[in-house]
């Protein structure tokens, strides 16, 4: 894809799932990846799998919740590899399953702060130090939660919902300047948070294959593939926007 090779990339939730399959790609792709995650062992795995592939590669500790760590893994990028291009805010997690009633506080909470507040903090990080460098792209993860509902999980569609708003007002505020914001709505993707989901309801995939056009669920390089393809050239007029990858599940 044009525009990927020797730019600077930030992945967060790179331990994992999604975030580990799109920072192979960034850097099959040529770009030197910050591969961010609170989880260091994924984290350092994944980061070492991508020097042995023959990319660039370093992985930064980060909690995605706390401004001081998100802060701190912006400016790992800018010392150690000269500035900043892309940032795909991926990190995420479920939460517990209640009905809206019965949601307790400490979940709505922790959602929250690492679903939507880690995006917000991400952006307030990452657009100045991309516009000190001329510009940039960001990328953020939503999910098909994001643009309808689902019952039992109203904090983590709440918090998906709100990536996209911030998505879309990120992209008119810094449009004029050099940097496009854009969304993935990612469908049911086989990662390790949709094990879980699967381990505690094992009919899961076959149901969603089954509700989906495609009729099946989605690889994490799937949707690495699209975070790359919206940080290129090839997708240089589009921002603000929210690209469904889902298999048809939500049309
Ligand atoms: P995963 O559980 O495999 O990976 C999530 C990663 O985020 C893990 O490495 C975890 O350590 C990291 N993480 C969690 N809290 C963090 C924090 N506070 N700071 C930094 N890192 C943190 O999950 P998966 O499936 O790869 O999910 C990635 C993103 O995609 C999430 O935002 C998720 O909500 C979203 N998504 C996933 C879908 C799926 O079907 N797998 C569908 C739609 C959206």
Known sequence: MNGIRDSV????????????????RFAEEGARVVAADVDAEGGSETAEAIRDAGGEATFVETDVSDRANVEAMVEAAVDRYGGLDFAFNNAGIEGRNDSLADQADDNWERVIDV?????FL??????????????????NTSSIAGVVGFQGVSPYVASKHGV???????ALEYGR???????????????????????????????????????????????????????????????????????????
Do not use: H
């Open 9 to 24: 990339a930030i992945v967060t939730g790179a331990s994992s799932g999604i975030g580990r399959a799109a920072a192979r």
């Open 115 to 119: 679903n939507l507040k880690g995006v």
């Open 122 to 139: 991400g952006l307030q990080a990452e657009i100045p130090a991309m516009l000190d460098d001329g510009g940039g792209v960001i990328v």
């Open 164 to 170: 996209i708003g911030l998505t879309k007002t990120a």
């Open 177 to 251: 300047e050099g940097v496009r914001v854009n969304a993935i709505s990612p469908g049911v993707i086989e990662t390790p948070m949709v094990e879980r989901a699967a381990a505690a309801n094992p009919e899961m995939i076959e149901a969603v294959s089954e509700a989906t056009p495609m009729g099946r669920v989605g690889d994490p390089e799937e949707i690495g593939d699209a975070a790359v393809w919206l940080c290129s050239d090839d997708a240089s007029f589009v921002t603000g926007e929210t690209l469904v990858v889902d298999g048809g599940y939500v049309s």
